[in-house]
């Protein structure tokens, strides 16, 4: 008999928030209920998760390759191949990110995500993510700085390009640039999560792009402006700005080299949970093999160097992205004593809140989609199943 349901037994359940030892059905892609005890079926694969801890499956928010392979490459394969190399990590929802680049690539780049969504059964494509060109040179980092652009003088462009298709989820941008607040009001209106991203924004700017659609901050602390002093007096920027209001979520980038235990654990304080979401922002070459101290070209021309495990730029006064897996943010949240079930909430129904989807994606709960992980006290995972499929199995 073909096996149409799935139960996963013997685990600790995190909802995210803890639940208890038991096992949960997945019938038809979907969750059927979780409880202490089922009877198998003849219909039902059953797998002994031997004590391991179940979760929903992540969702990475921010995040520009991965296994060998980026977006920019406009392949659609090559974007499901780098949505395999997360899944293997428990990512079992993704939104693939630009570079800044020249407007007709970014087009290309979103019909590579727009093609690969329709063919990837190991994770799902939630659309895509353009992290600029509207960014600023002050806080370019790894970006390009031959890439960025105001939204002033090319709106007529940018809207050909926001209209190409509507699976483009957030934008990350510069509000203080010229037309900076006016593409929030755009994106806004449009549902696109606006996100100040690579800005050197002082908090008022902050406070009146809020009015103007912006409701996200991207990688907090990383590309962003801080306090400064000014003829004696002290201006907080967009750290200050994301850390004191409320209505932003932010973006944190945990993989132990972006930010110390003491800065995650501040914005934690601040924040809390439900306005974080753990993003890897990793690069064509996270989830893979990498030699330490050798250097890496970008898709978008620039070279980085991987050492000590995190890309830098070659002078090493920036850091140029990530390596990192949505495993090793949960990973890394825990070991700064944040709880458990917090990082994977950070982890998975944030990021799905802040898209709109938290009714379906994010929880352990009847009706949700089947996205479940299984990992063990290393946050290593053991088990990946998506929509229902088992896209990765070691040792059940």
Not at 382 to 392: E, Q, S
Request: net charge negative; proline share 6%; with cysteine.
């Amino acid at each position: 008999m073909m096996k149409t349901m799935l139960c996963i037994q013997n685990v600790d359940i995190l909802t995210p928030e803890p639940w208890g030892k038991g096992c949960v059905v997945l019938r038809e892609g979907r969750i059927a209920g979780l409880s202490q005890r089922v009877d198998p079926l003849p219909e039902m694969e059953v797998i002994d998760g031997q004590g391991l801890t179940l979760a929903p499956g992540f969702i990475d928010l921010h995040v520009h390759g991965g296994g060998g392979y980026g977006v920019m490459g406009g392949s659609p394969e090559e974007i499901r191949r780098m949505c395999a190399a997360h899944a293997r990590h428990g990512t079992t929802s993704i939104l693939p990110t630009t570079l800044a680049a020249p407007l007709p690539e970014l087009a290309k780049a979103v019909d590579a995500v727009r093609a690969a969504q329709e063919d990837c059964p190991c994770c799902n494509i939630l659309g895509i993510h353009l992290e600029g060109p509207f960014l600023s040179p002050r806080q370019s980092g790894a970006q390009n700085p031959e890439n960025l652009l105001t939204y002033a003088g090319h709106e007529g462009e940018a809207r050909e390009l926001l209209d190409r298709w509507k699976g483009i989820r957030m934008v990350g941008a510069a509000p203080e640039l010229p037309g900076g607040l006016e593409l929030g009001r755009e994106l806004a209106r449009r549902g696109i999560v606006a996100s100040a991203a690579h800005t050197d924004a002082d908090y008022d700017t902050m406070q009146a792009a809020l009015a103007c659609g912006y409701q996200d901050i991207t990688h907090l602390y990383s590309g962003c402006s801080t306090v400064i002093r000014r003829d004696g007096y002290r201006i907080p920027g967009v750290v200050e700005a994301g850390l004191e209001l409320e209505d932003y979520t932010v973006q944190v980038i945990a993989d132990g080299k972006h930010l110390p235990p003491a800065l995650l654990r501040l914005i934690y304080r601040c924040k809390g949970a439900s306005r974080i979401e753990l993003i890897s922002d990793g690069l064509e070459y996270a989830a893979g093999e990498l030699a330490e101290g050798a250097l890496y070209r970008q898709a978008n021309g620039m070279e980085a160097l991987y050492e000590d495990g995190v890309m830098k730029l070659p002078d090493r006064q920036a850091f140029a992205g990530s390596v990192a897996t949505s495993s090793r943010l949960v990973r890394t949240m825990r070991d700064a004593g944040i709880p458990l079930c917090d990082g994977v909430r950070m982890a998975s129904l944030t990021p799905a809140q802040r898209l709109g989807i938290g009714d379906r994606k994010g929880r352990i709960a009847p009706g949700y989609d089947g996205d479940v992980i299984l990992f063990d006290q290393e946050i290593s995972v053991r088990l990946c199943v998506t929509g229902g499929r088992i896209v990765r199995r070691e040792g059940l």
